[in-house]
Every structure is written in structure tokens, then in C-alpha cells.
């Protein structure tokens, strides 16, 4: 069982449509981040989170440390934000153990 | 975009040669990763430096070794590549080990 698990692997939405996925942990984290690669393949970071929620425009990350467990929300999606979601956890000596992704289509 | 390249972007190679990638960064960062990202197993972490001279193993480090000698530079090398070294390489940054990462924009690598 991999440290970090990502739920969906895959995810089909029509635009506009309000998306959830999800990423559960077993380790102790020090922090839980939330990262976009785009389908050209690069990856950028979207959140760093420790505890309760943050917003970026039309993104939401939440993270409850007691369930081991985090989501990324996306309300009214839109095409481009196609791409893979990754969750990573923030393990001692500033290591990142990453799940293995969601793709997202968002479909017009 | 935070100052990160890698270099090549692109490189096929033979079986039992070596193999050097390079990150560059511009942001003078204390912290450098070097990941692989492989079909179904997401992003694993090979080597990282937190200082010049500096570095540790990572989760997939046998068959590599990284060197930091300034701190703009951490190379990575394949000493001999293997075909299961084939893969997309990935090089981070981050300021401290408790800050967001920012990736360069990787390297395709294909041993044949």
C-alpha cells in the first residue's frame, strides 16, 4: 500500500461542474501540498497546507491532520484546468512522498 | 516562473554509458531534488542537496550520484544507464526544506 493514495485515478467532468479529489496519507506529514502538471509535463506547485483550508481563485484545499486526509476542489471547472492533480506529503528531512495522480478532463 | 533549467531536455543513450543531467538554478535556493516520474509510480525522489556539498539518498538512489559543487549547479549522474533507468527526470528547488518546491521543466531519458 503506497504511503499516499489518490482518489480518483481518473476524473471526466463537464465544464462548470464542481471537482473533488481526494488524497489520504499514512505517514506523519509536516505538511501536505497540492501540485498541477500540465499536459505538456510541467509541474507546478498549487498549495502547501498544514492545517485547515486555503484558497487560490477557484481553488480550494482542505486538510483534516486527525483523518489523514486532504481534498482539492475546483468550482465551476473549465477545460484548462485539464492536467494531473498530485498530492504530496511533507515527511521528515524536508522530503516530499508524492501519490501517483489525478487526471482531470474538464469537457466543453 | 522561478529560474530553473535543465539540461539536455531530451537524450537517448546506450546501455552502459554514463550519463550526466544538469539543474541550474538562478534563485540561489539551499535545497535541490532530483525525482523520476515513471508510469504508476508517480514522482520519486533519487537524490537532494541542502547546501553545497551537501547531499542525501533519496527513495530510488541506486545507480546515481549527484554532485553539488556551487550552488547554482546539482548534477545527477547515471555512472552506467540501464534500460530501467529510462524515464522522465524532474529537478526541484526550494528555499528551505519546509517551503514549496518549484520544478524545472524535466528531462525525457531513453536507454536503449
Known amino acids: 500500500k503506497n504511503e499516499v493514495e489518490q482518489s480518483p485515478q481518473n476524473l471526466t467532468a463537464q465544464e462548470g461542474e464542481f471537482i473533488t479529489i481526494n488524497c489520504s496519507y499514512s505517514v506523519g506529514i509536516s505538511a501536505l501540498h497540492w501540485l498541477q502538471q500540465h499536459p505538456g509535463g510541467g509541474i507546478v506547485s498549487l498549495f502547501m497546507l498544514s492545517s485547515g483550508k486555503k484558497k487560490h481563485g477557484r481553488l480550494i484545499a482542505t486538510i483534516n491532520i486527525q483523518e489523514k486526509h486532504s481534498s482539492l476542489h475546483i468550482t465551476a471547472s473549465h477545460p484548462r484546468d485539464s492536467a494531473v492533480y498530485i498530492c504530496a506529503a511533507e515527511t521528515s528531512g524536508s522530503r516530499l512522498t508524492f501519490g501517483e495522480g489525478t487526471q482531470l478532463t474538464v469537457n466543453p | 516562473d522561478a529560474g530553473i533549467t535543465q539540461s539536455p531536455r531530451h537524450k537517448v543513450t546506450e546501455t552502459g554509458t554514463p550519463v550526466t543531467l544538469r539543474c541550474h538554478q538562478t534563485e540561489n535556493h539551499r535545497y535541490m531534488y532530483w525525482y523520476r516520474q515513471d508510469p504508476g509510480h508517480g514522482l520519486r525522489l533519487i537524490h537532494y542537496s541542502y547546501g553545497v556539498k551537501d547531499t542525501d539518498k533519496g527513495e530510488v538512489s541506486d545507480g546515481y550520484s549527484v554532485s553539488r559543487s556551487k550552488t547554482e549547479d546539482f548534477l545527477l549522474t547515471l555512472e552506467s544507464a540501464t534500460s530501467s533507468q529510462t524515464s522522465v527526470y524532474f529537478c526541484?528547488?526550494?528555499?528551505?526544506?519546509?517551503?514549496?518546491?518549484?520544478f524545472g521543466a524535466g528531462t525525457r531519458l531513453s536507454v536503449l
Open positions: 526541484a528547488i526550494s528555499a528551505s526544506g519546509k517551503n514549496i518546491q518549484y
